[in-house]
Nanobody
């Protein structure tokens, strides 16, 4: 199982970024895939998760209405579109997968990609 996150960078408050997570080695259409983030000194938290088999999505309270998650099954890639970014969104963002991915909790995900840094600053 492999996941490769990309798309991070430096953006001003109010700006947008789209993160990509290219995957391989598992049944993409039947596993949960999620985006998580970890800011310095804070615990890793679930940002958004999707499970295509069950048609379910999850968004953390702090990102609802600003972030969207989407998948491209043909490319086995998951995207996180982040709009109206705030300085509080600054963190290393990770994508991860698991067969079920309970409640978009980091503890429920088994396979992780390397992180991509997102910095929101003027």
């Amino acid at each position: 199982v492999q996941l490769q996150a990309s798309g991070g960078g430096l953006v001003q408050p109010g700006g947008s970024l789209r993160l990509s997570c290219a995957t391989s080695g598992f049944n993409f259409d039947y596993w949960a895939i999620g985006w998580f983030r970890q800011a310095p000194g804070k615990e890793r938290e679930g940002v958004s998760c999707i499970h295509s088999e069950f048609g379910s999505t999850y968004f953390g309270d702090s990102v609802k209405g600003r972030f969207t998650i989407s998948i491209d099954s043909a490319k086995k890639t998951v995207y996180l579109q982040m709009n109206n970014l705030e300085p509080e969104d600054t963190a290393v963002y990770y994508c991860a997968t698991a067969r079920y991915g309970l409640a978009c909790s980091p503890r429920g995900y088994d396979y992780w990609g390397q992180g991509t840094q997102v910095t929101v600053s003027s």
